[in-house]
């Protein structure tokens, strides 16, 4: 028999077949980054979350700090007035000069030592250096001494320790000085003869001066202001902790998201859909709970998926595209037989036109993303509105159907397509809800040799009487050797899943489907957090009014019977 082609498919139609994977231009850089955020919400939150626990643990535990000053004064000694050679601050043309150089001091171990001393700290040096900070305070003469300790009045003690420590050390070096220089003048005097009375002036000059330095403290430095008991902590700081908590949580929770973005390839939301591919998404199927790992059959879902089904029957573009011209239909013996005896099931009446509406096929990226029971609910949502339906298992490598509606296994389809053996003894009966499937079942079978010729011829035994026929692909990416049987879909369906397919190898299929200038219909997403809200269930009989699409003169007005050979 020679095959007619296949009723016109969207694939035919399309005039670019590249077209649909060109991501549009409307989805700019900012959009994706708003959806990226709004579907990992969780990762942001749980980064602030774990940054506010760190602020309030170290909120807890940490020791609080109070902070003093101390104000030291530096007066330079004009250089016309002052004793050369005792390391006094003298005046200069760099008034910055004189407070740098004793703000250094400050910090000095010999300075830290002396405060050790009067306040009877046992701490070390380098220990008490690092809670003592000297600073010039600009524009004015004087130094700031910031001292840092656990107790209000102890950090008070510690900058004022520092300040007048500071005096006396300097001090203490300008009288070592001064002592020297006084027992080398007395030395000198003592040495003078009656005759030498202008040097003995100068020397007594010499000696009042030197007298008169020693009897006080370094002139270039006082203690300008003692320092005041602190009120409050300087660390921690609630507010401020807080807030920076929740700054850097959200911070780290927006570059952990982008990351994710790179390094993780799932679909994670419907956006990242119509940022890649302009295809329209037939349905929504929200995620299932089963026990089990492999395809779910109608009475396995809920009543949500169950509309999410009838969504996807609704938008098949095959529903609202005419029916092929009318053309004679061959006979195809038991199909066309009535009911037989003893309970034996009927088969399915053909079509008077001898043309089916819609080949349907189904395929994914990769297995586990919900093809499968795709396949199954939507072929049984189109038998239970009088449709006459094929449900072809395709996918050799990993068949699924037959384990879903409780079948033996048998390689049906390998015996139709090597051994030509007739389309009506391979199909099984299969009840379904409201209507009757008829399954093509398949084994793990190598599809080598499978041509579009016989693909074609394939798929017309089975147009001739059924109304659609449904394909249940494998990914096509895994077994290019079906894209024969892909290139007769009126409809081509691409199955994702939510949290699990992954873009890259989704990639890799519309890559693949472009090569072969197949156009997709649309996706179908599974594993969504929601579904189509209709507010009724899942139950079959509100279908029952509809009425069979069957047009032969023998079954006309007239239902599939109900008593399949094996029950679903």
Do not use: C
Request: no cysteine; hydrophobic share 45%; aromatic share 4%.
């Amino acid at each position: 028999m020679t095959a007619p082609p296949p009723p016109a498919s969207r694939q035919t139609e399309a005039h670019h077949s590249d077209e649909w994977i060109q991501p549009p231009a409307e989805y700019g850089v900012l959009p994706r980054l708003l959806r990226s955020l709004a579907s990992r919400w969780w990762v942001v939150a749980l980064t602030t979350i774990l940054a506010l626990a760190a602020a309030v643990g170290y909120l807890a535990t940490a020791q609080k700090k109070y902070e003093a000053e101390a104000d030291v004064l530096v007066t330079p000694v004009p250089s016309d007035q002052a004793v050369p050679g005792f390391g006094l601050i003298l005046d200069s043309s760099d008034p910055a000069r004189a407070t740098e150089t004793i703000a250094r001091l400050v910090t000095t171990p010999a300075v830290a030592d002396r405060v050790r001393a009067d306040l009877g700290l046992n701490v070390s040096d380098s220990r008490l250096l690092r809670d003592i900070a000297g600073k010039p305070v600009a524009q004015s003469n004087l130094v700031a001494i910031t001292a840092h300790a656990s107790d209000a009045k102890a950090a008070a003690r510690l900058a004022d320790g520092f300040g007048q420590a500071l005096i006396d050390e300097r001090s203490a070096r300008l009288y070592r000085a001064l002592d020297q220089a006084i027992r080398i003048n007395t030395a000198r005097l003592a040495a003078l003869g009656p005759a030498d009375a202008s040097e003995r002036s100068l020397l007594l000059t010499r000696a009042t001066d030197l007298r008169t330095l020693r009897d006080a403290p370094d002139p270039s430095l006082q203690l300008a202001s003692d320092a005041h008991v602190p009120d409050k902590p300087v660390s921690p700081r609630p507010a401020l902790t807080i807030v920076g908590a929740l700054v850097a949580g959200v911070i780290v929770g927006v570059l952990a998201v982008l990351a994710l973005e790179a390094v993780d390839p799932r679909l994670w939301r419907e956006e990242q859909l119509g940022a890649a591919y302009r295809l329209p998404i037939l349905a929504r199927i929200p995620r299932e709970r089963s026990r089990g790992s492999g395809a779910l059959r109608p009475e396995a879902i809920s009543p949500r998926a169950a509309d999410g089904y009838r969504m996807l029957r609704a938008n098949l573009p095959s529903v609202a595209r005419p029916a092929g011209s009318p053309r004679p239909r061959a006979h195809t013996g038991l199909l066309d037989s009535v009911p037989g005896v003893n309970g034996a099931a009927p088969s399915p009446p053909g079509r008077a036109d001898g043309t089916a509406r819609g080949t349907v096929m189904v395929t994914s990226a990769r297995t586990g993303e919900g093809k499968t029971t795709t396949a199954l609910n939507l072929a049984a949502k189109l038998a239970a509105v009088g449709e006459r339906v094929i449900l072809i298992d395709a996918d050799t490598e990993r068949p699924g159907v037959a384990d879903a509606l409780g079948l033996p296994h048998a390689d049906a389809l390998a015996a139709l397509l090597w051994e030509h053996s007739p389309l009506v003894d391979a199909l099984v009966p299969v009840r379904m809800g409201l209507g009757t499937v008829y399954v093509l079942r398949a084994e793990a079978a190598a599809h080598d040799g499978l041509s579009d010729t016989s693909a074609a011829a394939l798929l017309d035994e089975a147009r001739a009487f059924a109304d659609w026929i449904v394909v249940d692909l494998p990914p096509l990416t895994e077994s290019p050797d079906v894209l024969p049987l892909a290139r007769t879909a009126s409809d081509l369906l691409v199955a994702v899943r939510m949290r699990h397919t992954n873009l890259r190898e989704l990639t890799r299929l519309a890559e693949l489907l472009s090569q072969q200038q197949l156009v997709p219909a649309g996706f179908v997403v599974t594993g969504t957090s929601g579904g189509p809200s209709t507010g009724h269930g899942a139950a079959e009989p509100a279908e029952s009014f509809l009425s069979s699409h069957t047009s032969d003169a023998a079954t006309a007005g007239q239902r599939i019977p109900q008593t399949p050979v094996v029950p679903g």
